[in-house]
C-alpha cells in the first residue's frame, strides 16, 4: 500500500482501509472501503448517518411497544375490543368524575323550577344525566375488577349502551316540553321516546352484532329531534346545542377507535362531557335562568 510521511507519523495515521492513500496521518482517499470509493469526511458522515438510523429505530420500537402497553389489538367487528389496565382506569375515571356535577346541576335546576313542567322536565333530563355516568362508570368499573362475572358484566355493558338512548331523548325534554312547538313538531315530544324505546330493543337483541346500525341508530335518535328544535321560533340557545352536538360527532371517531388510538374510549368519555356540559348550559341559561339573572349573565 503506498504511503509517505514519517514512521512516527504514520502510527497516528487515521482508519485505514486495504488501497489508502495517507500523509501525514491523514487519509487522502479511500480506494475499497466497505462504503465505497469516497473521502474520509464523508465515511465520517455516513456513520453519523447510519448510527442516528439505528437511534431512530430503536426510539420507534420503544414507542411502538410503550403502544402496545397502552392498547390491545384491534378485534372483529363482532366482538367487543378488551382494554388494558391503563384503558380501564381511564375509561372508569373520565365518568366517575362527572357523577357529582351532574347531581348537583340536575338540582339546581329542580330548585329552579316555576311550574309543574319545569320540575317534569328537570327530573327527566337529571335522571338521564346522572343515570349515563353513574351507569358508564358502574361497568367499567366491574368490566376491569370484576370480568369473571360474565353476565352481570354483559347486563351492565347492554344497560351502558341502552341508557345513551334515554339519555339523548332526556336531553331533549326541557326543549321540547318548555319551548313554544308548531302542531307537527309537538309530536316529537312523544316520538323521541318512541325511536330511544326502539334503540334499546335493539340492544337487548342484537348487542354487539352489529356495529354501524347500532351507531346509525344513536345519530338518528340524536339529531332527527335537533331538526324540530332548529325550527322553533325562540332560537335562544341554538348554538350552544350546535357546540355540543360537535362534540358528540368528534366523539364518535373515537368511539369506533378501540384497537387504533390509544385510550379511544376515554377520550370518547370526554367529548361526551364536554357536549352533556355545553347542552346543559344552554339548558340552564335559556330554559331555567330567571330573565333578570339572563340579562346579567348577558352582560
Not at 355493558?157 to 319551548?179: C, E, G, K, Q, T
Not at 318512541?194 to 356495529?211: C, L
Amino acid at each position: 500500500m503506498p504511503q509517505c510521511g514519517t514512521p512516527g507519523q504514520q502510527k497516528s495515521k487515521a482508519i485505514m482501509w486495504p488501497g489508502s492513500v495517507s500523509c501525514g496521518g491523514s487519509v487522502l482517499w479511500t480506494a475499497h472501503s466497505p462504503y465505497g470509493e469516497f473521502p474520509a469526511g464523508s465515511f465520517r458522515i455516513t456513520v453519523a448517518l447510519e448510527l442516528s438510523l439505528l437511534v431512530l429505530a430503536w426510539i420507534a420500537c420503544s414507542f411502538s411497544d410503550l403502544l402496545l402497553r397502552f392498547m390491545n389489538h384491534r378485534v372483529p367487528a363482532h366482538k367487543r375490543y378488551q382494554p388494558t389496565e391503563y384503558e380501564h382506569a381511564a375509561n372508569c375515571a373520565t365518568h366517575a368524575l362527572w357523577i357529582i356535577p351532574s347531581i348537583l346541576g340536575s338540582s339546581n335546576l329542580y330548585f329552579l323550577s316555576d311550574d309543574d313542567w319545569e320540575t317534569i322536565s328537570a327530573w327527566i333530563y337529571g335522571l338521564g344525566l346522572c343515570g349515563l355516568f353513574v351507569v358508564s362508570t358502574v361497568f367499567h368499573t366491574i368490566s376491569w375488577k370484576k370480568s369473571h362475572l360474565r353476565t352481570v358484566e354483559h347486563c351492565l355493558h347492554m344497560s351502558d349502551r341502552m341508557v345513551i338512548y334515554f339519555f339523548i331523548a332526556a336531553s331533549y325534554a326541557p326543549w321540547l316540553n318548555l319551548r313554544e312547538l308548531g302542531p307537527w313538531a309537538s309530536h316529537m315530544r312523544w316520538l323521541v321516546w318512541i325511536m330511544a324505546s326502539v334503540g334499546t330493543i335493539y340492544v337487548f337483541f342484537f348487542h354487539e352484532r352489529y356495529k354501524l346500525v347500532e351507531l346509525l341508530c344513536y345519530t338518528v335518535t340524536g339529531f332527527l329531534p335537533a331538526l324540530v328544535i332548529l325550527s322553533m321560533p325562540n332560537t335562544e340557545g341554538i348554538w350552544e346545542l350546535l357546540t355540543g352536538g360537535v362534540f358528540y360527532c368528534l366523539g364518535m371517531v373515537f368511539f369506533k377507535s378501540d384497537g387504533r388510538i390509544p385510550f379511544a374510549h376515554a377520550i370518547w368519555h370526554l367529548f361526551v362531557a364536554f357536549g352533556a356540559g355545553t347542552h346543559y348550559y344552554a339548558i340552564w341559561r335559556y330554559l331555567y335562568l330567571p330573565s333578570t339573572l339572563q340579562a346579567k349573565v348577558s352582560k
